[in-house]
């Protein structure tokens, strides 16, 4: 099973930007689709992005379309999250994770998910 840790986080005023990192080990990520989910405190866990094991497709849940971009670098084994335009609304724990599945469209299930980092804070405040 492959290993996730995340960076990254932090705390940033509105309107500001952050790059989260995911780095794997244990086993290549390069033939599994990928995923960020958040969860801040009190509600549910959120589907974020997510983007296939060659880096083409990617999908977004509304609230962050056109302000993240979900990216990877296969050679260095590595998931981002690049967030721009930060709200309040966007605090939360941040979790990348990996399909269990190789060669898998991503997906928004967190069932479909059987690797999961420990989590990155991101704090938007003024």
């Known amino acids: 099973q492959v290993q996730l840790v995340e960076s990254g986080g932090g705390l940033v005023q509105p309107g500001g930007s952050l790059t989260l990192s995911c780095a794997a080990s244990?086993?290549?990520?390069?033939?599994?689709?990928m995923g960020w989910f958040r969860h801040a405190p009190g509600k549910e866990y959120e589907f974020v992005a997510a983007?296939?094991?060659?880096?083409?497709?990617?999908d977004y849940t509304d609230s962050v379309k056109g302000r993240f971009t979900i990216f990877r670098d296969n050679a260095k084994n590595t998931l981002y999250l690049q967030m721009n335009s930060l709200k309040p609304e966007d605090t939360a724990v941040y979790y990348c994770?990996?399909?269990?599945?190789?060669?898998?469209?991503?997906?928004?299930?967190?069932?479909?998910?059987?690797?999961w980092g420990q989590g990155t804070q991101v704090t938007v405040s003024s």
């Open positions: 994770a990996s399909n269990r599945i190789p060669f898998r469209a991503p997906t928004r299930a967190r069932g479909a998910f059987d690797s």
């Open positions: 244990g086993r290549t990520v390069s033939t599994y689709s």
């Open positions: 983007i296939s094991f060659g880096g083409v497709t990617t």
